[in-house]
């Protein structure tokens, strides 16, 4: 009896097994989340990127694949590109701010706010379709840099987004969340920015509305 209740918790443990990707997990339909099975998290190939457990003061600086931009466009979701070290952020995130299913994490821009920066509640659908197109332009489907600042009350990601750029033979870091005010595409919210932040982004409010861009042409 004992040896048959051994082989069938094997064929069942096998079954169990057999159903893993090359992560050792699976992704479980009824919870949206994905699952480890295996004991180590790491698999012999490593991290892509070297990454630690996202903790409050503690930014870290990792890249993916901006998949998709949130109504409000405030948010960006991005593609990391292997599950070891897309579960070691998003494991301290909440499920509004994560979607296991194809490692996107979400990233809720600092001092930005392209809806929010509209009064006119008329405007605000064809503020939103031209920012859209204009994000899609720039940074769509194209390899990101987020600076991430973990929320753990939220238990959401805050951050600023970047593009590595080639420059007189050097390689960059883009700020993008800079870009945007640049561009008009959205008003500075000085909200939580240091006195050298202020500074920077209010230059560049500045030289938006010197040149009439995007919504300061509307001023």
Request: hydrophobic content about 30%; overall charge positive; charged content about 25%.
């Amino acid at each position: 009896m004992l040896r048959r209740l051994l082989i069938l918790g094997l064929i069942i443990l096998g079954g169990c097994f057999s159903n893993l990707d090359e992560d050792g997990g699976h992704y479980d339909q009824r919870t949206n989340r994905y699952v480890y099975v295996r004991p180590k998290k790491v698999p012999p190939s490593g991290y892509s990127q070297k990454v630690t457990q996202p903790r409050p003061g503690k930014p870290q600086m990792i890249y993916g694949r901006a998949a998709k931009i949130d109504e409000d466009l405030k948010s960006i979701w991005v593609q990391i590109e292997d599950r070891p070290t897309y579960q070691m952020i998003a494991e301290s995130l909440s499920k509004g701010n994560r979607e296991d299913k194809e490692r996107l994490l979400r990233l809720h821009l600092r001092y930005v706010s392209p809806l929010g920066s509209i009064v006119e509640p008329g405007l605000k659908r064809q503020w939103q379709d031209y920012t859209t197109q204009t994000f899609e332009r720039q940074f769509m489907n194209r390899r990101v840099y987020l600076e991430i600042h973990y929320q753990p009350e939220s238990r959401q990601l805050e951050g600023y987004l970047f593009q590595q750029v080639k420059q007189n033979g050097e390689t960059e870091f883009f700020n993008l969340n800079r870009w945007m005010i640049e561009q008009g595409l959205s008003v500075f919210f000085e909200a939580g920015a240091s006195s050298d932040e202020i500074k920077e982004y209010r230059t560049a409010q500045t030289l938006a509305k010197t040149q009439k861009a995007g919504l300061w042409n509307y001023q």
